[in-house]
């Protein structure tokens, strides 16, 4: 007798780095949000602004941390996810960061190695500085620039061709703002991060270009001790470096497939920019946007490709009320249907419910009568 196979149930948890999201906007205090929904999903697929938490990282083997620009193309239905056993790491450090910065990040990855074993094959510092800017929107989002990216695309170049590395970490000398009202207001868990932006064009720009995993951890001067931050900022406030959650990501990070028709219809999948595949330990079946049942969204910051794409297929498109947002752009804005909670454990709820099979409104107190659908004209019956 043949069996069928039962489907996994497959969340997509967005929420946009760098507009001052209330959950998910700081160091990493998304994480207790992602170990939840993973706990009632069978896979988890979000981004590295949800799952990085500077020094700390939580471990979760249905979890996929999949870089923004990657998501996007994954959501449109352009690539696909294949998961990993374990990814060999490319670390490209700036020119531009001081030799005892730079060694405080050295030894962060050396210590990933010897501690976590994770595979960091090689690092290579950039030819020229990479000029970093910060800037911020009118409505408050944090973005900037690069002055020397064609120095960094150099950089991750060699570290594919040379060491054969399948991800890549980049660390690049951010300007020390200390004093700023906004670091201030960040510190104390009220404003937007201002790095956020910037280290969303780096990890893009590489994506773009490589089609390889990537994420990026800045580096800063330490800041003195402030004995008020808040508990959502306090993660970037025990260490020298951010990287030690970037390398735990990248190591089990899905790479990235495309997909072509061949002259039967029948699609056939290769691994971009690496057709054979090997090297990288597949465990599981790939993963495309067809499979996704749920997306996850604060309510406000429906704007993103990714959930633009998702929404069109995704049994489920959920906004949470209380994450609040510099956006403003909701889902009916959009012509989007969505389930409106109030908070994350709704969410979660409202997940169960689905798998289910449990309609929501048979979980509230009031259920309206079955409505009918007016008779059609007798004209119109064929």
């Known amino acids: 007798m043949m069996s069928t196979a039962k489907k996994l149930h497959t969340t ?7 507009i001052g999201a209330a959950m998910g906007g700081y160091a990493g205090d998304a994480l207790p949000i992602a170990r ?14 949800v799952l990085n938490g500077a020094q700390l990282y939580w471990p979760m083997d249905n979890a996929y941390y999949v870089e923004g620009y990657g998501l996007d193309q994954f959501a449109a239905g352009r690539w696909r996810l294949r998961p990993v056993h374990q990814n060999p790491i490319g670390l490209v450090i700036d020119q531009g960061i001081e030799n005892e910065l730079k060694s405080r990040h050295l030894q962060a990855a050396d210590a990933a190695r010897a501690t976590l074993g994770l595979d960091v094959r090689s690092h290579i ?22 002055a020397n990216p064609g120095s960094l695309l150099r950089a991750v170049e060699r570290l594919i061709t040379e060491a054969k590395v ?4 980049v660390v690049a000398r951010f300007p020390d703002d200390e004093g700023s009202d906004v670091l201030e207001a960040y510190r104390k868990g009220q404003g937007v991060d201002p790095l956020a932006g910037v280290e969303a064009v780096i990890s893009h720009l590489v994506v773009r270009n490589f089609k390889l995993p990537c994420a990026h951890a800045p580096a800063l001067s330490p800041l003195p001790l402030d004995p008020h931050v808040s508990p959502r900022s306090a993660a970037e406030e025990i260490g020298y470096t951010f990287l030690s959650c970037v390398l735990a990501g990248l190591s089990r990070a899905p790479q990235f497939l495309t997909e072509a028709g061949d002259s039967s219809g029948h699609l056939s999948g290769h691994l971009l920019g690496h057709p054979s595949g090997h090297g990288t ?34 049994a489920q498109v959920i906004a949470v009320g209380e994450n609040k947002t510099a956006m403003t ?29 449990v309609a929501l409104g048979a979980l509230r107190p009031q259920i309206l009568p079955l409505s009918q659908l007016p008779n059609s004209p007798l004209g119109n019956v064929r």
């Open 12 to 18: 997509v948890l967005i929420i946009p780095t760098g």
């Open 36 to 49: 939840t929904i993973a706990s009632v999903s069978d896979r988890l697929i979000t981004h590295p602004n």
């Open 125 to 146: 510092i950039t030819d020229r500085p990479l000029g970093i800017t910060l800037k911020t929107t009118e409505s408050g989002a944090s973005w900037g620039t690069l």
């Open 166 to 169: 399948r991800a890549i970490a």
């Open 281 to 314: 330990g597949s465990t599981t079946g790939d993963i495309s946007a067809a499979e996704v049942d749920t997306v996850i969204v604060p309510a406000t910051a429906f704007g993103g490709s990714a959930v633009m794409s998702l929404a069109q297929s995704a």
């Open 329 to 357: 752009v909701k889902a009916e804005d959009l012509g989007i249907q969505a389930i409106a909670v109030d908070t994350y454990l709704e969410a979660v709820g409202a997940i169960a419910a689905y798998k289910a099979g």
